[in-house]
Each structure stands twice: as C-alpha cells, then as structure tokens.
C-alpha cells in the first residue's frame, strides 16, 4: 500500500478498572508500564496508588534530580532517586545526599542490570521502577532481542532471590508498540494521562 | 542552503532527520557518537549542529568542552533529547556553548523545521 496506512499489529486490552487495586496487590515481579505522558507528576500518582512499598527506589533515565525533586515535595513523597541524567551535562560537583544519587547514563540492558544489582545491594529496596526502557528498546522494531529477554530473566531471578518487584516503564509517545513483550512479562498496564481545557467560570 | 550535521546514536532518527532535511534543501552530514563528530566537524564545517544529549561515549559536557578547546564555541547548536531538564541546567549548558535551542522528543515536524530555520537566520 503506497502513502496510506496498513494494519502492523493488534493488541489486546483487558479493562481492569474495576479490580484494579486487586491486579497491583496481586502483582508480584514484573510490571511493564506503558505511558504517553512526561509528566513526573502523572508518574507519581501511580506509584502513591501501588501498596505496601515502603522502600522504593527510582532510576531515572529521562529526568534530572532537578526536575523530579518538586514532584516529591508536592506529593511528600518519598524514595530513592538514581539520576543518570545529570553527569552527563553538568560538571558539577554532584553532592549525594540521603535518599538520592548520581550516576553515569546506561545504554544497554547489561549496564542497567549492574546498576540495579548495585542498589540492590545498597538500599535493599522493595519496589525499583525503571523510567524508561523505551531508551533502550523500540518495541516498533523488536518485541524483546535477547539482551531484553535476559534482562528480564535477570530481574525475574532477582525477584526471587529478593522479593524486590520491578515496574519497568515505557514512554510510547515516541514510538508505536508494534510489538508487545506478552510471552515474557505477566503484567502489562497502560497509564493514560486524558488533558482537556479548562474553561474557567466568571 | 545550508549545511546541518546531525549527531545521534540512534541510526533510524539519523536515516529520518537526513531524508528530512535533504528534502528540505539542506546539505546534511552525520556521525553517531561524540568522537565521531569531534572528528569530523572541522572539515566538515557546518552552519547548524543537531546534538543528541545522551549517547555512549563521551558525554555531552565533554563534547561542548571539546568544542571550546577546538575554538568551536561559536558553532550553532540544537539540543534533541528525550530528556527532562530544569532551566537551570539548560542555561548552564548554553553558557559553555552556541546552544541555540533544546527540542525535546517527540518531535512535532512543522515545528522542528520551522526552529531549524529560525536557527539558521
């Protein structure tokens, strides 16, 4: 078909509204979360919404300390950040504090792994979200190459060994999701943030 | 015309942006990591840079740094990334180089080719 559009994919949506606090108390490894919105605000309100988690711990691969910490005051909530964002385009002399850290960018599965295992050790979190994946993997192209699919196997051993659960997330504004990575992750939620006008009242 | 170089890790952005540009009368050229570029950029002599903020390799404050040293500093830049950054930490980047504007991903194509323009006045 020349400049026109044919169908490359369908993927099915089960509605949980209805149970959706049942489906995160019965989530129990891996969660992948797709999300249109790059607002860290949005971000927050769904972690605030999962139970339990006390220890959590966020590397943030999209957004600076600086750009997050407003966020936490805002909602006074309360986690470990992982920015590896910030060495990148400041020389500064990064400070770390109690509750957030600076460290180089991950590109590729295998130095996000190490990362993970090195704050596992470290903080002994209980939930680690991941923002995003989608820096390292196109699921317009591939639905999960190897490196994904072990990556996911890693964390997944980690689990066990652990009992840290993992909420993997994924930005789609910049591409399709062609190909979903069903055969490998249980859990697949898709956050969508609806913005309309506001019509002001006189 | 002018000439624009497009500097991303990312090969299908690279192919996209080349094609786009190309189309739009520009002379482009590219590379794929900091060193490449750091490489090429005197011969190569463009108008406009396109700089990814976050490839493997050198970092972006160490490309900038390169640049100064090279008595590059003049050279127009815009920033592509994906990532969120605070005012403070764009200003600090444009004090160390020519940043002329900072487009976040996704890009809305109207747009990116109207700030290119505006770039290149």
Redesign the interface.
């Known amino acids: 078909m020349r400049d026109g559009y044919e169908v490359v994919a369908i993927n099915y949506w089960r509605e949980v509204r209805s149970n959706f606090k049942r489906t995160l108390l019965d989530f129990n490894d891996i969660l992948l979360l797709i999300h249109d919105s ?1 607002a ?1 605000d949005d971000l927050i309100r769904f972690l605030n919404i999962l139970p339990y988690y006390r220890r959590r711990t966020y590397i943030s691969l ?3 300390f ?2 997050i910490n407003p966020s936490l005051k805002k909602f006074d909530t309360r986690m470990y950040i992982i920015d590896c ?8 002399d990064f400070q770390i504090g109690k509750s957030w850290f600076f460290e ?2 991950s ?1 590729g599965f295998s130095e996000i792994s190490r990362l993970i295992d090195k704050y596992l050790k470290k903080l002994k979190p209980e939930l680690v979200v991941v923002d995003s994946i ?2 390292l993997i ?1 699921f317009s ?1 591939t639905a999960g190459d190897r490196d994904f699919n072990n990556f996911i196997n890693h964390l997944r051993k980690r689990n066990s060994e652990t009992l840290c659960n993992f909420v993997l997330l994924y ?1 789609n ?2 591409k399709s999701l062609r190909n979903l990575p069903i055969s490998n992750i249980n859990l697949i939620l898709r956050l969508e943030v609806i913005k309309d006008k506001i019509h002001w009242r006189e | 015309m002018a000439k624009i170089m497009v500097v991303d890790d990312n090969k ?1 952005i690279v192919t996209t942006l080349d094609v786009l540009l190309r189309k739009t009368g520009h002379d482009v050229d590219v590379a794929y990591n900091g060193d490449e570029f750091l490489d090429k950029v005197r011969d190569v002599n463009p108008d406009l840079v396109l700089l990814d ?2 490839m ?1 390799g050198l ?3 160490e490309i900038l ?1 390169k640049l100064n040293d090279m008595k590059l500093k003049d050279l127009k830049i815009i920033l592509l990334t ?5 005012e ?2 764009v200003k ?2 444009k004090t160390k180089s020519n940043i002329v504007d900072y487009i ?3 890009y809305d194509l109207d747009d990116f080719l109207a700030r290119i323009e505006t770039a290149l006045k």
């Open positions: 790059a860290f999209t957004r600076t600086s750009t964002i910030s060495k990148s385009i400041s020389d500064r180089d960018m590109f989608s820096q196109d192209v930005d504004q910049l | 299908s903020i976050m493997p970092k972006t404050r740094a994906a990532v969120r950054m605070g403070d930490e600090e980047l976040t991903k996704p």
